[in-house]
């Protein structure tokens, strides 16, 4: 097979949750440690950092990889969903798998496959640890794809690990209440690994200290030690334990809610630096936080496409994500509001819909997933919430129609789910 067989037969073969939601999901272990044990247990050859969270996981991993690259590490870094192309996943250094090795990857374990029967994510995390334990890269940053407990990467056994905050998401799979939503991502934690939890939530703060008790992890909280205050332009100066830590950090990750993501990478860093056999300075850490993006090749988050009119997209879906949207949406100037939008659905979308601002004009569209909601049912919910639009039969149909009508002092904002930014042209 070539490259284009070997991702079609990985994606017909095997179920995908972010294509078909629950029918997918193996919420246990149990693929993932026969798949490691057929390649002699990758994930033990390789240092790693866990990640976790319901919101703000995929770019604090981003951050922290992009600060090991800096310090002259080599730095694997295993992320999902990918927007474009499967090999966005997987890379190293910012340098995504290479096609052949996908190749090589699947002919050389077709059988395994075919035996333990994994779901899409399961194999894809094995297929990351294998090649970063060829690729002998030094440190690997590993995003938790669902909770944490039973996810499949939660095989690993890390340097450090981290939860950045706990929002409602994926209920059905995770509960539905805060502290237990919280347990099943403190199901990172490991006996004597230290633990880093960004964001400091008083209902769900015990659980973490709990957790972290029960196992003898040093915990750290970082809003507690580290805070952020706006400085001149787009800079920001970080303190800790009220003294200035960073002056005048510009990170290139745009949007509010990076804050909280930068103060816990800060903070990991820290703990890596006083726990782990590793050696970062303040000014590779800058580095590392000032150029995320072309380091590591991050997109989606608050992701400027355009100036005139200004045209912004996030991947951001589930409730506290939107919540952050809405807060950027103040604090940018602009005549008119235009909002292409399109959600999954596995979603409330009533509780999410509400949320949105009522006077803006609305493209409402349907991502070509399986799991996509349909376009109908959304123009119908959203009414009911006072949300007025048209709808259309494509991401980029809505998109086309939303520039032919804005002016070049509006703003355009494209989002509502991963699959929707993912179908954008020229991203």
Known sequence: MNYQDTVDYLYSRLPMFQRIGAPAMKYNLDNT?????ALANPHKAVKTIHVAGTNGKGSSSHMIASVLQEAGYKTGLYTSPHLKSFTERIRVNGIEIREDAVVEFVKNYKDAIEEIKPSFFEITFVMAMDYFRNEMADYAVIEVGMGGRLDSTNIIHPEICMVTNISFDHQQFLGNTLPVI???KAGIFKPGVPAVVSEYQDKVAKVFETKANELGCPISIASKQYFSEQAAGERINIFNNDKLYLEGLKPDLKGSYQEANIIGTIALIDQLNSRV?????????RRGLEDVTNNTGLKGRWQVLLEKPLTITDT?????????????FTRVNFDNLHIVWGMVNDKDVNDILTLLPTDAEYYFVQANVP?????????????EVGLQGKSYESVMDGYEAAQEN??????????????????IEGL
């Open 406 to 423: 804005a002016n070049p002092d509006d703003m355009i904002f494209i989002g509502g789910s991963t699959f929707v930014v993912a179908e």
């Open 182 to 184: 919280a347990g099943e």
């Open 371 to 383: 799991r996509a909601m349909s376009v109908e049912r959304l123009v119908t919910e959203a009414k």
């Open 277 to 285: 056999e590793i050696e970062i300075s303040k000014e590779q850490m």
């Open 316 to 328: 951001g879906h589930n409730e506290a994500g939107i919540k952050e949207i809405i807060k950027n």
């Open 33 to 37: 440690i026969k798949l490691m044990e």
